[in-house]
């Protein structure tokens, strides 16, 4: 996958009627091709969307300093936004033209401890779309020793404007 771009301010994003224009699985792969800016908070916390299919999403990252809390240790806040990062958009992968979501709940049970410079890989897999609701789960290995790290599940709100 090439470099992500990112958006330097609000004006960057498409707007929601150009959103709304194409599928959820069309708007994740134009993020992941660097063809409409990811959010930037994706670069502020060192992962990125690499794989892209109906119903799975896959990000990479490697966290390190910034990331860290207090006592050196990846913050859990870090595991939680890429764990929601990529359950959510496996939900967006399901969604239709028109249609759009957002995040009811989410869940995150931290496994174990990942190093500063650790690569890790995060997969969201979605197991239902429908009417009203959308729901996935997910989970963060290590990228060289496929050890689980994390785990996760989210419920989100699909939402169909103007209807």
Known sequence: MPDPI?????EDFLTLDEVLNISGLDYI??????EV???TVQKLMAYKITQVEEGRVELRGTPAHPQTNGYGGIHGGWY??????A???????????????????FKVNLIRAIKPGTEVIAIGTLDHIGRSTGVARGEIRGAQDGRLYATGTTTCFVMTPGS
């Open 80 to 85: 939680a936004m890429v764990l929601d990062t």
């Open 37 to 39: 800016p990811s959010p």
């Open 6 to 10: 990112y958006a330097d301010g609000p």
């Open 87 to 105: 359950m959510t958009c496996a939900v967006i992968t399901g969604l239709k033209k028109g249609q759009t979501q957002t995040t009811l709940e």
């Open 29 to 34: 792969r134009k993020m992941a091709a660097g």
